[in-house]
Nanobody
Framework: EVQLVESGGGLVQAGGSLRLSCAASGLTFDDYTIGWFRQAPGKEREGVSCVSSRDGRTYYADSVKGRFTISSDNAKNTVYLQMNSLKPEDTAVYYC??????????????????????WGQGTQVTVSS
C-alpha cells in the first residue's frame, strides 16, 4: 500500500520559514515524481513544486520561485519543501502527491494535480501578517 505522510506545517509570522517533509512508503521511490500542492479555503488545489526522484529535476510555480526549495533524499524516501520568506497568501493545507516519472514531464505539467495517483493527508501552514 502506497502511503505519503506530510509533516512540518505550523503557524509562522510573515517572513519566517518552515520545512515540510513528505515521507513515502510502499513504492519504488526512484521511479516517482513527487509534487507539492496547496489548497486554501474556497480555492482549487494548486501546484507549488515538483521533483523527479529519478534525475533530480525540479520545477516551481512562479508564485514561489526564489522562496521555496524542493529536494529529494532517496535514501530516506523523503521529499522536502523548504519555504522561506513566507507570506500570508502562502497560508493553505499543503499536500504531497506521487506519480510515476514516465507519466509527467517536470515542467508545468507536474504542477497539475490531475496527473497524480497518490496523495498524503496534508499539513496546515498558516502565515500571520
Amino acid at each position: 500500500e502506497v502511503q505519503l505522510v506530510e509533516s512540518g506545517g505550523g503557524l509562522v509570522q510573515a517572513g519566517g520559514s518552515l520545512r515540510l517533509s513528505c515521507a513515502a512508503s510502499g513504492l519504488t521511490f526512484d521511479d516517482y515524481t513527487i509534487g507539492w500542492f496547496r489548497q486554501a479555503p474556497g480555492k482549487e488545489r494548486e501546484g507549488v513544486s515538483c521533483v523527479s526522484s529519478r534525475d533530480g529535476r525540479t520545477y516551481y510555480a512562479d508564485s514561489v520561485k526564489g522562496r521555496f526549495t524542493i529536494s529529494s533524499d532517496n535514501a530516506k524516501n523523503t521529499v522536502y519543501l523548504q519555504m522561506n520568506s513566507l507570506k500570508p497568501e502562502d497560508t493553505a493545507v499543503y499536500y504531497c502527491g506521487a506519480v510515476m516519472y514516465e507519466l509527467v514531464v517536470v515542467t508545468t505539467t507536474c504542477l497539475r494535480p490531475r496527473w497524480y495517483d497518490y496523495w498524503g493527508q496534508g499539513t496546515q501552514v498558516t502565515v500571520s501578517s
